[in-house]
């Protein structure tokens, strides 16, 4: 199996950073060639018509980014928190301004 791809120069320490493969190769090959392409990538860029367009991960790697995604949105609110950034009110409080907001926009 043949694939026309590019791959960025930059390497991780174990396999190649990212690759980018078009749709009409995944049109042609299936969806099974992630497996083997995933084995010696971090990610697959799927280009569609000349453009990139979508990111295919290995689940375990997905994970990762979520946990790091999570580990930032911890420290931004513990920021906002240090800060004074936030204000203390009830549940029907909130709620109340939710209801507020959706009416005014």
Same mark, same amino acid.
């Given at each position: 199996?043949?694939? =026309?791809? @590019?791959? =960025? #120069? /930059?390497? *991780?320490?174990f396999?190649?950073?990212?690759m980018?493969i #078009?749709? *009409?190769e995944i049109?042609?090959n299936? %969806? *099974?060639? &992630?497996d083997?392409?995933l084995?010696? &990538? $971090?990610e697959l !860029?799927i =280009? %569609?018509?000349?453009?990139?367009?979508?990111v295919v991960?290995? !689940?375990?790697r997905?994970? +990762? &980014?979520?946990? @790091?995604?999570?580990? !930032?949105?911890h420290?931004?609110v513990m920021q $906002? !928190?240090?800060d004074?950034n936030?204000?203390?009110?009830t549940?029907?409080?909130h709620i109340?301004e939710?209801? /507020? +907001?959706?009416? =005014? *926009?």
């Open positions: 199996m043949k694939y =026309n791809y @590019h791959y =960025n #120069t /930059l390497k *991780s320490t396999k190649d950073t990212m980018t #078009t749709a *009409s049109k042609k299936g %969806v *099974s060639m &992630f083997k392409l084995d010696r &990538f $971090d !860029i =280009n %569609v018509r000349g453009k990139d367009k979508f991960l290995d !689940i375990e997905y994970k +990762e &980014f979520r946990e @790091h995604e999570l580990d !930032i949105a420290m931004k $906002d !928190i240090k004074g936030y204000k203390s009110q549940a029907s409080e109340k939710l209801k /507020l +907001e959706l009416q =005014n *926009s």
